[in-house]
């Protein structure tokens, strides 16, 4: 069956790669990634498909509106994936412009590039185009109820500078379907982790810099809990939504691995003591230092993926402990390539989020 041309923004980012990855290697798909290339987007992360004569590659900004459609023009979209964006909380507090920039106005000049291109195709093509915008459960906010879950429908109480870009950008979609009948659709995941994640966040963060003999900081008491999903699992789930979810809808995706932050830093540790022991024998455990939280924080997360189960067929096939013994395994293997590649002075290990503001 031949496949469609999708156009993924953010495609060099670490979701997006593994998307990438996905359809290229899973999928009939022709795909188009655009991406800006800054300190997160790295083109390694898509080297064992760059060769496929289904993958195109664009370095764009998505602020800017004629190379975007100059770049619909040329490729044709049947689909648009959005990834790009800003997406580290820590960052957000240091410099909020920067996702002001790239997640509100990024996300509008990306929607009213489709929306021209869109509006010009045949009515059956029309009818098959889809705007797929990925985000976050952080835009949610904290949950309240400790046995609680987010579902589509649970209001929006952003914290950070990052949730509240993020939540306005999918107030955006959804106003462009309401508004103007575009067919968009909205997703909103939990925390990814796997491969290839710019050691920034938190899995990636703790594992390079416990083999590097450093402090492993754990803000607060660690007690903030999180939906855990697997980046391949995800993948799989995007490409059911944008196939087969309803123009106008939105879904939840989630691991089913709801895990306090001090347990998941623990569960690392112990994995690395196995896999890759201190010399002095004794546990990585010894590393854990509690630093001053995060301004903001919220303290749970937690994702009801029924929806996506029930209309898509998806369910996540990796275990966060069989996902996350992958991740080690593979951090392990890279850390003196890709790893090292990746930390070229954009990411130093360093404690960010202190608010000194831009």
Same mark, same amino acid.
């Given at each position: 069956m031949d496949g469609r041309n999708i156009l993924v923004t953010g495609g060099a980012g670490f979701i997006g790669s593994a998307l990438v990855r996905y359809l290229i290697r899973e999928t009939a798909e022709r795909v188009c990634v655009v991406d800006k290339l800054t300190y997160a987007g790295n083109l390694e992360s898509l080297a064992e498909v760059s060769g496929s004569d289904r993958f195109r590659f664009e370095r764009a900004d998505i602020c800017d509106r004629a190379e975007l459609d100059?770049?619909?023009?040329?490729?044709?979209?049947? &689909?648009?994936?959005?990834?790009?964006?800003?997406? %580290?909380?820590?960052?957000?507090?240091?410099?909020? /412009? #920067?996702?002001?920039?790239?997640?509100?106005?990024?996300?509008?000049?990306?929607?009213?590039?489709?929306?021209?291109?869109?509006?010009?195709?045949? &009515?059956?093509?029309?009818?098959?185009?889809?705007? %797929?915008?990925?985000?976050?459960?952080?835009?949610? /906010? #904290?949950?309240?109820?400790?046995?609680g879950f987010f579902r589509e429908d649970t209001p929006y109480m952003p914290s950070s500078p990052y949730s509240a870009s993020k939540a306005s950008s999918d107030h955006l979609v959804r106003a462009w379907f309401r508004t103007f009948g575009m067919p968009t659709l909205v997703t909103n995941c939990s925390n990814n982790y796997g491969p290839r994640q710019f050691p920034e966040k938190l899995i990636p963060l703790m594992i390079l810099s416990a083999l590097d003999d450093k402090p492993l900081p754990v803000y607060g008491d660690g007690a903030q809990v999180r939906d855990w999903l697997y980046v391949e699992d995800h993948a799989r789930a995007l490409h059911l939504a944008v196939t087969r979810g309803v123009p106008g809808e939105t879904y939840n995706i989630g691991g089913h691995n709801t895990k306090s932050n001090l347990q998941v830093v623990h569960t690392l540790c112990g994995l690395l003591d196995e896999l890759s022991p201190r010399r002095d024998g004794r546990s990585r455990r010894e590393q854990v230092v509690f630093v001053a939280d995060r301004p903001g924080h919220d303290l749970r997360y937690a994702i009801d993926a029924a929806k996506i189960q029930r209309e898509l067929g998806w369910t996540p096939r990796e275990s966060f402990e069989s996902g996350l013994r992958k991740t080690v395994e593979w951090y392990l293997a890279e850390r003196a390539g890709w790893c090292r590649r990746v930390l070229d002075g954009s990411c130093r290990l360093e404690r960010l989020g202190l608010g000194g503001g831009r």
């Open positions: 100059r770049i619909f023009s040329e490729f044709r979209p049947d &689909a648009v994936m959005h990834l790009a964006a800003e997406s %580290h909380v820590d960052r957000s507090i240091d410099a909020p /412009g #920067d996702f002001i920039r790239t997640n509100i106005v990024g996300t509008y000049t990306l929607l009213e590039a489709a929306r021209n291109y869109w509006s010009g195709l045949p &009515a059956g093509a029309r009818e098959r185009f889809r705007f %797929h915008h990925i985000s976050t459960d952080e835009v949610f /906010g #904290d949950l309240k109820d400790s046995d």
